[in-house]
């Protein structure tokens, strides 16, 4: 058994007086495509953003490469971090700055790449996302499905170890959306990246899945292989699989 | 690296933490002939090592190196990550001085033309609400009066009285030298009546009222909360701008009214206690000298201020362009224009009257 490269352990969350995560243990393997699934409002966004520390835990452990995230200091943080990207589920984008720019951030800040390298990195991540031609453009002139590509070619600035994925698919096409799981396999396969994705598309979780967490009401329902979860027992994971709606 | 009969042979990890030194490693190669790049010994690259192939690659096309010995992962890595068939991002470029002029004049006449046609449609639609309130929410004239008028008030009479004294207090040095002390009341009756009291209040609203109403809207505009309204076929300008400009239309002469007469009891106590008059002769001088006209000119000129400071909030607000950064940006140009345009106002107003009398 490969040991996790994230590790959550009795998870709690809340927001004032409402628990959100309700005592989650998940682990996370390497170079595998993990989907958290799970309806509107059941803290799936929540869960990441825990793990991450963007949202402080109310208890409980979350590990990521082995090290205890609540108890980091700053700069151990920070370089955990700069192995981790994250595609928000709005881009995220600085408006102030061209997309070409909001690339660069990442590789301006965490690496000693000269110019030409970091300028020839930013026009494949680009290109990778079909946003080629759109390097000099600002967030306010891209629509919603350019802008989360754009926010996507960001993530993968650095050719993380893992990737945050807050429903990458949301707001595109089939065909834009197809493309874009291609991308996250083949990144998988080309980087050796550990990929985490919050997404309700049955379509794409079939192409990329290997590892399900279903959530519900703040606890876990069903975890295990993407095999797993198609022949589940478990009510809501079964209907899921079946229609494409949840309970 | 290793060079030996044309072929450059690389070893180990290409990835962003390795290429800053390889890059300089083959600077010293850069003039040699190099006609095969051996990959053989690399173990593995990421998006930042095809990024240093490529960028040596290009240093050595006139040789055309290939490469050789690249095993299936790195080949792969190579066909995604190379930017060598990728086509260069093309920066804007900068425009001459008569484009920029030229842009100018033309961004500034269809500008003016907006705003005009945005003045037209909030007096309109402030008109036709009094007599109906459809298109307005419930309450909405009364919590715009709290925020613009109730919520302004303290700021206002502080400064105001700060003001004041600050008047009385300049002018009551050289009017001790005459003898003439009983005139600080003449000027804080003037002074505050006809140009302090409304001016002082129009900045105060143009920083306070007027940010918060290009932000809000400027806010509503970017989050599609505007075009939400004219889906629901409801018109904006009547949901939105006329609560605030009835309220402000109702407060502006009561907190000119209030800094005014704050301003005055300002001048007051440096009468009182610089230049030993007494409250009772000041107050009778300050009523002795003032005018119908000039407590006319000072509130009727005070409603041009706020109705213009209505009007360029609510132009940059509905014209944000942009997220979060335009918000902000709109915010900052309402004030900036709407204290512009107060003090021309203003300056009209003087040398209407100046000629007048």
Redesign the interface.
């Known amino acids: 058994m490969k040991k996790p490269i994230i590790s959550v352990k009795n998870l709690v969350a809340k927001y004032g007086d409402k628990i959100v995560l309700d005592g989650i243990s998940v682990d996370i393997y390497p170079q595998e495509i993990t989907v958290i699934l799970g309806g509107s409002g059941c803290g799936k966004t929540t869960l990441i953003k825990n793990i991450l520390r963007l949202f402080e835990p109310y208890s409980g452990s979350v590990k990521i490469f082995g090290k205890e995230v609540t108890e980091m200091d700053e700069a151990e943080y920070y370089e955990i971090l700069g192995k981790i990207g994250m595609l928000f589920q709005n881009g995220a984008l600085l408006?102030?700055i061209s997309i070409?720019d909001n690339i660069s951030i990442p590789l301006e800040q965490h690496?000693?790449?000269?110019a030409?390298?970091?300028?020839?990195?930013?026009?494949?991540?680009?290109?990778?996302v079909n946003l080629?031609?759109s390097?000099?453009l600002?967030?306010?002139e891209l629509s919603g499905g350019m802008k989360k590509r754009a926010a996507l070619a960001r993530a993968i600035a650095?050719?993380p170890v893992i990737l945050v994925c807050d429903e990458p698919s949301a707001g595109l096409d089939p065909l834009t959306s197809a493309s874009l799981d291609d991308l996250i396999k083949?990144l998988k396969?080309?980087?050796k990246m550990t990929m985490v994705i919050v997404t309700h598309e049955l379509a794409s979780i079939h192409r990329i899945a290997d590892r399900i967490i279903f959530i519900d009401d703040g606890k876990i329902l069903f975890t295990g292989t993407l095999k797993e979860a198609k022949m589940s027992k478990v009510n809501e994971v079964e209907t899921f699989f079946r229609v494409g709606k949840f309970d | 690296m290793e060079l030996k009969d044309k072929t450059l042979t690389l070893e180990g990890e290409l990835?962003?933490?390795t290429?800053?030194a390889l890059?300089q490693e083959f600077s010293q190669y850069k003039s040699k002939v190099i006609s095969k790049i051996d990959m053989k010994k690399v173990t593995f690259v990421?998006?930042?090592g095809?990024?240093?192939l490529?960028?040596i690659y290009l240093s050595l096309e006139r040789y055309s190196p290939v490469l050789i010995n690249m095993n299936n992962?790195i080949d792969?890595?190579f066909k995604?990550?190379?930017?060598l068939d990728?086509?260069?991002?093309?920066?804007?470029k900068t425009i001459s001085i008569f484009e920029f002029i030229g842009n100018g004049f033309y961004n500034w006449k269809n500008s003016s033309k907006n705003a005009i046609y945005l003045l037209a449609d909030i007096f309109y639609w402030s008109f036709v609400g009094i007599f109906n309130k459809k298109g307005q929410r419930k309450g909405s004239i009364i919590q715009q009066s709290l925020l613009i008028g109730v919520d302004a008030l303290g700021i206002i009479s502080l400064l105001s009285f700060i003001l004041g004294l600050i008047i009385a207090l300049q002018s009551a040095a050289q009017l001790r030298q005459f003898g003439a002390n009983i005139f600080v009341a003449d000027l804080m009756a003037i002074s505050m009546v006809t140009e302090m009291g409304p001016m002082l209040t129009a900045i105060i609203l143009a920083g306070r009222s007027g940010s918060s109403i290009a932000s809000e809207i400027a806010t509503m505009q970017v989050t599609e909360e505007i075009d939400a309204l004219k889906m629901m076929a409801i018109n904006p300008i009547r949901y939105v701008v006329v609560p605030k400009f009835h309220a402000i239309t109702i407060c502006i002469p009561l907190l000119v009214t209030a800094s005014t007469v704050i301003g005055i009891f300002g001048g007051l106590i440096v009468a009182v206690t610089y230049l030993d008059l007494s409250a009772i002769a000041y107050f009778n001088r300050v009523i002795e000298v003032l005018i119908l006209k000039d407590v006319l000119v000072g509130l009727g000129k005070s409603y041009f201020f706020a109705w213009v400071i209505v009007v360029i909030g609510s132009y940059y607000g509905f014209n944000v362009?942009?997220?979060?950064?335009?918000v902000g940006k709109v915010t900052t140009q309402s004030v900036v224009t709407s204290i512009f345009w107060v003090i021309i106002l203003d300056a009209i107003n003087s040398l209407i009257f100046y000629f007048e009398v």
């Open positions: 408006n102030s070409f690496t000693n790449l000269s030409q390298i970091i300028e020839k990195m930013i026009r494949v991540k680009l290109n990778l080629g031609k390097g000099s600002f967030p306010a650095l050719d083949k396969e080309l980087l | 990835t962003k933490f290429v800053t890059l990421d998006s930042a095809i990024a240093f490529d960028e992962e792969n890595a995604t990550f190379s930017s990728i086509e260069k991002i093309t920066i804007k362009k942009g997220g979060a950064e335009g």
